[in-house]
């Protein structure tokens, strides 16, 4: 017997107060009584949101009349059983105020939504076939509105969606229909091919972007990765939903497209010159997402096979599925010549100086770190620094530490290209997760190396890795200095970098000079020795002294005023610097291009 589909439809009800109004119709409920539940978290971003907070009513029906909901816990409820051969609607109000990638928004300008935000699993039914219908808000205001997703339409069926237009979309299961997510509105579009595969770039918000320049761009960015994996591409379209806004930065990757919150002014303007820094910024980003097309959509860790939508879904792998997209976003703009070799030194020494400056990085693993990003790297506070690193700027490191290794092992004959078109040919296509040790073993076969150690020392410890050893075979020097000459507080501060405001502390590194003092983050640093210091001031003032030098300083905790004596640190060494020695280098020509 054909499995009948779960009916969803979505309208923005009131654009105004931020509601949507959403339906989930299921044709063969449980005889004991249906079971629905939103999604606790989603997925690509390791947090239990609890989406199902921002539900606003709830009622079902079946056969014209009431069926009672009973809420069984946080996001879950069950109706009570409905007579056979009815089927069962349950309706919801839900508030969307949330302008980030993750959630759903929802206003008189436009439309988002994740399906995660919006539609209720329909508990044991979660394979069946999926139709979704868009429906527009009502009133003359709405009229220009479209939309664009990577949903399929519903093909054949009364009332299927045309290109961007309202409709009937259709998913294959649930799991694909929470994957896609909707930008409903006045956007721009623009549209390009790579490789043979339709894509759409729709940009929400007030802008003024070289759509040529920007489609070009993305073009051989995206072409470099469908080649860099091989042929064919593993969707029939791809769609960037780009949010622009006046200060932003963010993105979330989904099987057929991509979810982008970026500044405006990181968009490409008419007769802009090169790739400025904003820019390289935003196609850095778009480059990130669209890499876990394959690593992490389809190359998935395998705690993730099948996710767990309603808790943590725990894996030490973070590191690899976005420490190794962290790496190659920015190698694929050079790879595909968007940027200059000396561009991705640049990128890479800066990425090097983030993870060198926490300490965190000597107190927690990568695989550690991987693990508890549900509770630690997604919740950071003022002791984050001290007690996290990064699984993404680390991991990147890893990666670049573990390409040099295996080039420079095989006189270049095998690079962590060959292991990431390895997991893709044995994982990305068969659906088989990957194994807490499978990239070891995968690098080790491939390579004839014996492997280890390095992933005992760079996954599993907390030493800095060797990179300046690593990278001289290649002809690339490393070399580090102090961005600022004067003293050190050990601590970073808020306001940093300018104003008349007045100098906070954002944290306190372990170890450091302001924590010996007996300060602590949220202080706010009034004055050393007698005379007031503000963002603007403080290094100034702090270049007057030397290292080893006693200061007095004075402070607020709270409303209480703090008086103590601080030894200065001396400068913090945090500016990195990567370059080539400009002779031919065949490992390096291998690895980052003739030009390089």
Known sequence: MKTPPIRYAIRPADPAAHLYEVSCRVERPDPAGQRFALPAWIPGSYLIRDFARHVVAIAAEAGGKPVALQKLDKHTWQAAAVPAKQALTVRCTVYAWDLSVRGAHLDRTHGFFNGTSVFLRALGHEDAPCRVDIRPPQGRDYAGWRVATALEPARGEKGAAKAHGFGVYAAADYDELIDHPVEMGTFALASFKACGVPHEVAITGRHDCDLDRLTADLKTICEWQIRFFGEPAPMKKYVFLVTAVGDGYGGLEHRASTALLCSRDDLPHKGMDGVPERYRT???????????????????????????????????????????????????????????????????????????????????????????????????????PNAVVSYYAKGALVALALDLTLRSGTQGKVSLDDVMRALWRRHGQTGVGVGDETIREIAEELSGLKLRRFFADAVHGTADLPLAKLLKPFGIALSRAAANAAPSLGARINGEGGGSGEVRLATVYRGGAAERAGLAAGDALLAIDGIRVTPATLDRRLARYRPGDGVVVHAFRRDELLCCELRLDPPAVDASRLVSDGRRNALRAGWLGKAA
């Open 282 to 384: 935003f196609l850095g980003l778009a480059s990130h997402e669209y890499f876990h097309t394959w690593n992490v959509k389809r190359i998935k860790p395998a705690a993730f096979v099948p996710y767990d939508l309603a808790r943590e879904n725990h894996t030490t792998l973070l590191w690899a599925f976005e420490g190794f997209t962290s790496y190659y976003d920015d190698l694929a703009l050079l790879r595909a010549g968007v940027i200059a070799p000396k561009d991705w030194l640049e990128l890479a020494a800066k990425n090097l100086d983030g993870v060198l400056r926490g300490p965190g990085r000597l107190t927690q693993s990568l695989a550690e770190s991987s693990f508890d990003a549900w509770s630690k790297y997604y919740r950071q506070d003022e002791n984050t």
